[in-house]
C-alpha cells in the first residue's frame, strides 16, 4: 500500500533519491548533484533531507560518507532516470569500477520511484537494501516517515525502528542546502 505521497498525478511520480559522497568535498559533490537533478527537464527537486555523516557500508577501510535523500517529482520513466543519475555520477568524477562499496565522489541510487516495484536485470525499485541502511532511512525518515514502502507495507518510520544497521549514522547539518 502506498501513501499519498507515492500516488501519481497524471504521468508524474514522487521519486526519492539517496545520494552519498566520501571523496574529495563530499558536501559540494552533493550539491552540484542537486543542481545537476534540478536543472534536468522532466524533473522537479521538492525537498532534500538533512545531511548525515555516516560509516562507510562494506568496507570499512575508507572516509566516512555524507548522506542525503532528495526528493522528486518526475516525469520520466524509471530507467530513463537511471541514466540521468548515472550521467551526473560520471560528471562529478565517479569512475566505474568493479569495486562494490568502495568509495566515491557520489554515488546516486533510486530508493522509491511512486508506488512501482520494479524488479528487472537493469533496476530494482524499491532499493533491495532499503531496509537494511539506516544511512538511507534515516535521511528518508526526514522526508516522508509515514509514507508506506512499496512492496514492504511497511512506514519508513517503522523500517527505520526495525533496522538492524549497526553503523554509526550522526546528523552533520539540518539546514545544509536551503
Not at 539517496?18 to 542537486?34: F, P, Q, V, W, Y
Not at 542525503?68 to 569500477?97: D, H
Not at 512506514?155 to 547539518?173: A, E, M, Q, Y
Amino acid at each position: 500500500m502506498c501513501d499519498h505521497d507515492g500516488l501519481t498525478v497524471g504521468e508524474t511520480k514522487t521519486t526519492y533519491i539517496s545520494a552519498g559522497s566520501n571523496l574529495g568535498d563530499r558536501k559540494e559533490h552533493l550539491t552540484i548533484a542537486i543542481d545537476k537533478l534540478s536543472k534536468t527537464p522532466d524533473i522537479e527537486v521538492v525537498n532534500v533531507s538533512s545531511l548525515y555523516e555516516t560509516e562507510p557500508w562494506g568496507m570499512k577501510d575508507q572516509p566516512d560518507f555524507l548522506n542525503c535523500v532528495i526528493k522528486i517529482k518526475t516525469t520520466s520513466a524509471p530507467e530513463r532516470l537511471l541514466i540521468v543519475l548515472k550521467a551526473i555520477e560520471k560528471s562529478i568524477g565517479r569512475k566505474e569500477s568493479n569495486e562494490r562499496w568502495g568509495q566515491r565522489e557520489i554515488d546516486l541510487d533510486i530508493i522509491i520511484y511512486g508506488c512501482e516495484v520494479i524488479d528487472s536485470p537493469e533496476l530494482t525499485i524499491p532499493h533491495p537494501r532499503l531496509a537494511e541502511r539506516c544511512f538511507v532511512l534515516e535521511p528518508l525518515s526526514d522526508l516522508c516517515p509515514d509514507l508506506v514502502v512499496p512492496g514492504l507495507d511497511l512506514s519508513v518510520k517503522h523500517i527505520l525502528k526495525g533496522c538492524s544497521d549497526s553503523r554509526s549514522v550522526k546528523l552533520n547539518n539540518k539546514d545544509w542546502l536551503f
